[in-house]
């Protein structure tokens, strides 16, 4: 099956994604919308302030013995497909009406 091409505002403009929060919701958007569209049309960007992936549900076996702290802890950046962008940095402020995202440096 053929992916969907996005509406471009111009044919040679692509489409900028920026996901804040590489946590399982972000983890899991970046990597679908990475399937479901060309990527000539998307690019796609995780931000986060840290590259640890801690599956949380396996917080709960941690104090009875099953599971240990590294077992659950995972480089974000891993977990995400090649292609996507991954950006560590604290986000401090996102203007909507701008469009734009501060994050820590001011970058
Ligand atoms: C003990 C426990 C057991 C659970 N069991 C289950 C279960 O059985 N089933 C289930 O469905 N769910 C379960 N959950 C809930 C599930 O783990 C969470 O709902 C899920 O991880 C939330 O994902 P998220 O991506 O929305 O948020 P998060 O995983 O919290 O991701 C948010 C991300 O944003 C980043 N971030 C936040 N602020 C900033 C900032 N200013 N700058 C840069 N980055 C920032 C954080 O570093 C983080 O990576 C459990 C949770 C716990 C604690």
Redesign the pocket.
């Known amino acids: 099956m053929s992916r969907p091409h996005l509406p471009h505002d111009s044919e040679d403009m692509s489409k900028h994604v920026v996901i ?8 899991m958007t970046a990597n679908r919308l990475h399937r479901a569209y060309d990527e000539r049309d998307i690019r796609i960007t995780v ?4 590259d640890d ?5 396996g ?2 076996f941690l104090p009875f013995g099953p599971a240990q702290p590294h077992h659950l802890v995972r480089s ?1 950046r891993r977990q995400l497909n090649t292609a996507i962008d991954y950006k560590r ?4 402020r996102v203007d909507l009406s701008e469009r734009t995202v501060s ?1 820590d440096g001011g970058s």
Do not use: N, S
């Open positions: 804040l929060g590489g946590g399982t919701a972000g983890t931000v986060d302030q840290d992936h801690v599956y949380q549900p917080l709960l974000r940095a604290r986000i401090e994050l």
